[in-house]
C-alpha cells in the first residue's frame, strides 16, 4: 500500500511563495506509470484536485491554481513538489499529495491519505 508524506506547509502573506515536498513510499512506486497529484481542503470545505503530474511528465492543473502553481518530479519517481507563487488567502487549506496506483491525471481520489501540510496565506 502506497502511503504519502507531505512538508514544506506555511504561514505567509498574500502574493508570496510556498514549495511544498512529497515523498511517496509502497506498492508501484518504481514504475510509477500513473499520475500523482496533490490535493487541498480548506475548512468547512470538499476535498478538491489541483494539480497532477503523469509518469510521461504531462501535468494537470485545475483552474482554480491555473498558472500559479506547478508541480514536478523532484529528481526521482517518488518524489515531487508544488511550487505555489502569488499565494492568495483562498489558498489557506492543508495541502495532501496522493494517488490511486492505477489513474492517469486528474486522479479522481487518493487510494490513502496523509497528514497533509498546512498552508494559511494571512496579512
Known amino acids: 500500500q502506497m502511503q504519502f508524506v507531505e512538508s514544506g506547509g506555511d504561514l505567509v502573506q498574500p502574493g508570496r511563495s510556498v514549495r511544498l515536498h512529497c515523498t511517496i513510499f509502497?506498492?508501484?512506486?518504481?514504475?510509477?506509470?500513473?499520475?500523482i497529484g496533490w490535493w487541498r481542503q480548506a475548512p468547512g470545505k470538499e476535498r478538491e484536485g489541483i494539480a497532477c503530474?503523469?509518469?510521461?511528465?504531462?501535468?494537470y492543473y485545475s483552474d482554480s491554481v491555473k498558472g500559479r502553481f506547478t508541480i514536478y518530479r523532484n529528481g526521482a519517481l517518488n518524489a515531487l513538489n508544488l511550487e505555489m507563487n502569488n499565494l492568495k488567502p483562498e489558498d489557506t487549506a492543508v495541502y495532501y499529495c496522493?494517488?490511486?496506483?492505477?489513474?492517469?491525471?486528474?486522479?479522481?481520489?487518493?487510494?490513502?491519505w496523509g497528514r497533509g501540510t498546512q498552508v494559511t496565506v494571512s496579512s
Open positions: 496522493g494517488a490511486d496506483g492505477f489513474s492517469s491525471c486528474p486522479v479522481p481520489i487518493s487510494a490513502t
Open positions: 503530474i503523469n509518469n510521461d511528465g504531462t501535468t
Open positions: 509502497g506498492y508501484g512506486v518504481d514504475s510509477a506509470n500513473f499520475g
